[in-house]
């Protein structure tokens, strides 16, 4: 095995580790009752945001574009998945609450990959802020859509209008407009969102080492000299943007099914940003950081809550200093030097010594 070979699946089995062991340790708490209501509640979000990171990051740092509506993607998951859990449940008579949150998932991520292609086709021909801009006004006209969108299910069959015309009578609302999604069954579940970040990172890793990996990574550092050595620079810059797209849209529609109500305004370009902070902070490209990135900035509000009205200020506070010391030399070298043991364990004392 190379070096190259070793250092990566010495990355990956840290990865999968780290994701595996916080499971094992929070699920143990949650059943001897250890764990406080507001980490209890924020188990499932966290799952949601470690997939919109990686998936962001597999657009932003190994492709190299800019995307800011990846919101768009999660919203387009997270009302298909409303939609197909309540007319599985209400249309068809499926009770079983495991089936209809799978069958939601995988909806939302194929419909929010649909999305992807369709946006994708015109859209990836251009590069930096007309991509950015591009992506930005995706995510609007998503959102406005939406707003104008009315899905309900009537004896039996879905019914889908635009500004509530001709809508039967006795339809159960599903998609109500500017309301959003009302009277969602809550069936999303911490195991489901820790299997969804396993297949994130299984999905997100295997296609970094791949071939087509390398192709992605070769047209981010040098587009025309890639295109002179023949990669189809358009193929796979839309399998990048495809797969995040369906993976914001699994990670949207696990995270509309955890609350009764999804309204259009929780994924405006805010919430792109947001995600675009985990990538930074994690390092661009480093899936490894951007798991861990969404896991803290998640939980960090709540922690700050006894700041009151100054929570969101010293959440501020703590970002621009956390981004000055991971970005200074003389701190990475310190940082280097206490971690020298454990790279001495996983890669040997001559190579721990040069690094």
């Not at 949601?48 to 990171?53: D, E, T, Y």
């Not at 939601?104 to 999305?115: K, S």
């Not at 700041?307 to 970005?327: E, G, S």
């Amino acid at each position: 095995m190379t070096k190259a070979k070793r250092k990566r699946l010495i990355y990956n089995c840290i990865t999968f580790a780290i994701v595996i062991i916080a499971f094992i340790v929070l699920q143990s708490m949650i059943e001897n009752k250890t764990i406080t209501r507001a980490l209890k509640g924020q188990l499932i979000p966290i799952c949601c945001w470690i997939v919109m990171a990686v998936s962001l990051n597999l657009v932003i740092g190994i492709s190299g574009e800019l995307s800011l509506g990846h919101a768009g993607f999660m919203s387009v998951g997270a009302f298909t998945g409303a939609v197909v859990s309540g007319y599985l449940l209400h249309g068809l008579g499926v009770e079983n609450e495991t089936l209809r949150l799978v069958l939601a998932i995988v909806g939302g991520g194929l419909i929010a990959g649909l999305a992807g292609v369709v946006i994708g086709i015109p859209v990836l021909r251009l590069r930096g802020d007309y991509l950015a801009i591009v992506t930005l006004a995706f995510g609007e006209i998503i959102r406005n859509l939406v707003n104008v969108t009315y899905i309900g299910v009537s004896d039996g069959a879905l019914v889908f209008n635009f500004l509530r015309k001709n809508v039967p009578e006795n339809t159960r609302m599903l998609v109500d407009g500017a309301s959003g999604a009302v009277k969602v069954a809550k069936i999303s579940t911490f195991t489901a969102g820790f299997v969804l970040v396993l297949i994130t990172l299984v999905v997100v890793l295997n296609l970094i080492n791949s071939r087509s990996g390398r192709a992605i990574k070769a047209i981010r550092d040098n587009r025309i000299a890639a295109e002179s050595m023949g990669v189809p620079v358009t193929k796979y810059k839309m399998m990048a943007f495809v797969t995040a797209a369906v993976l914001a849209g699994m990670a949207g529609a696990l995270y509309g099914l955890n609350s009764s109500t999804v309204v259009p305004s929780q994924f405006t370009f805010n919430q792109s940003i947001n995600v675009l902070v985990f990538v930074v902070l994690g390092g661009l490209g480093n899936v490894l950081g951007s798991v861990i990135s969404a896991t803290l900035l998640t939980v960090l509000p709540e922690v700050l809550r006894a700041f009151a009205d100054y929570r969101m200020l010293v959440y501020a506070i703590v970002l621009i200093l956390v981004m000055i010391f991971t970005n200074n030399p003389t701190i990475r070298a310190f940082a280097d030097r206490i971690f020298a043991p454990v790279k001495r364990l996983f890669t040997g004392k001559k190579e721990a010594e040069a690094a």
